[in-house]
Nanobody, 127 residues
Framework: QVQLVESGGGLVQAGGSLRLSCAAS????????MGWFRQAPGREREFVAT???????????DYADSVKGRFTISRDNAKNTVYLQMNSLKPEDTAVYYC?????????????????WGQGTQVTVSS
């Protein structure tokens, strides 16, 4: 069992920044593929970013085209925490953001690949 708790959401003006955090329970965090997804009203949950730790300072990461160059996923394995740094925010980034964990040993971009989900944190970007 893995429990994920997101924090850091809020209201920000377009062009601003937020950093989301996701604290994970358990001692197997370093071997878990982590992801961020988001869901806006009336839309399906969509992939944002994912990260898998390879070893030492090496991580495999992947991003949705809509956020690449603006968002950065990072991990602190010692603290069992994954982050999503969001810069240059746009109104279309407004959504509930979810942290997720997958047991698959690869980069995963689909919701069905993930086994555990946080409760979500609201991000609202005003124009």
């Amino acid at each position: 069992q893995v429990q994920l708790v997101e924090s850091g959401g809020g209201l920000v003006q377009a062009g601003g920044s937020l950093r989301l955090s996701c604290a994970a329970s358990g001692r197997a965090f370093s071997g878990v593929t982590m992801g961020w997804f988001r869901q806006a009203p009336g839309r399906e949950r969509e992939f944002v970013a994912t990260s898998r730790w390879i070893g030492g300072p090496v991580y495999y990461t992947d991003y949705a085209d809509s956020v690449k160059g603006r968002f950065t996923i990072s991990r602190d394995n010692a603290k069992n925490t994954v982050y999503l740094q969001m810069n240059s925010l746009k109104p279309e980034d407004t959504a509930v953001y979810y942290c997720a964990a997958a047991s698959v040993g690869r980069i995963a971009r689909q919701t069905s690949d993930y086994d555990y989900w946080g409760q979500g944190t609201q991000v609202t970007v005003s124009s």
